[in-house]
């Protein structure tokens, strides 16, 4: 019995799309990961086997979908790194900064990326640090901040505060944390404005915000931190940072910089990245000065 010319022809093209969309995909395997944060530096590993047990679950969501999206856009055969020497040069390292970090663990800092593209992008900022090289031998090298207190900085920008430093938000020790966690409970101001009578002590403009934010009077660190707090604060973050990589993809060989949130304007609709107050007519605490011998920022040029 003869076979319908158009199903068969159908059926071709569909097997040769399909060949053709195996060849051209850039598995997310072949993007060699490295997972750090203040309690464990985790060996390079791959996304299909990393273990997750010691990581809140919006971080692996994170993680993930950077992976992914990195791996959709290279899709390329010519700009996937998929051979071993591809591999031997690239690699992400996924940084988790909790707000505060643990007594004893300081926070480990990457500032410096190993190698410069030649024929690729290279992008700066407080919350990625990404070098793609596109040939002859394609490779991917980032920095990707999983950062607490700079998505805290983000917001008090945003909301207008003075003080807020550019560059990258490192965590708070525990001790300096401490400080400031019950000194947010000596100046809480009711709905009125009405302030108490005891000094005002100097607060960084983050936890300002965080201060204003929150119906208590301080905020524990916990095992997912702020993000468990600020509804929709992970998906948000998350975007901003695909946003970055979309950035670098698109230029032509530029070293890209950014400073602080201000200046994503171009890239991402900064209202939509606002975490929204509650009960907007209670004001903020005055000061906005950094607690004394307490960096604020490291700055993130290599």
Partial sequence: MMRN??????????????????????????I??????????????????????????????????????????????????GSAASQQRSLLRFVRWPLVYPAGTPPQVFTVLKDAPTRGCQLHSPWLDLSIERGPVPWVQGIVRW????????????????????????????????????????????????????PEPKLPPELRWLHRYSTRNDLPPSADG????????????TRLTLALIDRCLASAGQDIRYGHIQELADLLPLDEYRAPLPNPEAPFIIHADNMPGQPAVQDPQP
């Avoid at 944060?37 to 010691?54: C, E, F, K, Q």
């Avoid at 207008?160 to 560059?167: A, F, I, M, S, T």
């Avoid at 809480?188 to 404005?193: K, L, M, P, S």
């Fill in 32 to 81: 060699p990961i490295r997972l750090v944060d203040p309690s464990n530096r985790a060996p390079v590993t791959t996304l299909s086997t990393t273990r997750w047990t010691a990581h809140p679950p919006a971080y692996r969501e994170f993680v993930t979908a950077i992976s992914q999206h990195l791996a959709a856009r290279l899709a390329d055969p010519q700009h996937c790194p």
């Fill in 5 to 30: 010319p158009t199903i068969a022809g159908t059926l071709l093209l569909a097997a040769l799309l399909g060949s053709a969309c195996v060849a051209a995909s850039c598995p997310v395997d072949s």
């Fill in 226 to 237: 702020v993000y468990t707090v600020l509804p929709g604060a992970a998906e948000r973050y």
């Fill in 147 to 198: 950062n607490e207190r700079q998505l805290l900085a983000d917001q008090a920008r945003l909301a207008g505060l003075d003080g807020v430093p550019d560059g990258v938000a490192m965590p708070f020790s525990t001790e300096a944390y401490g400080k400031l966690a019950e000194a947010m409970g000596w100046v809480r101001q009711d709905y009125h404005g009405v302030t108490p009578a005891t």
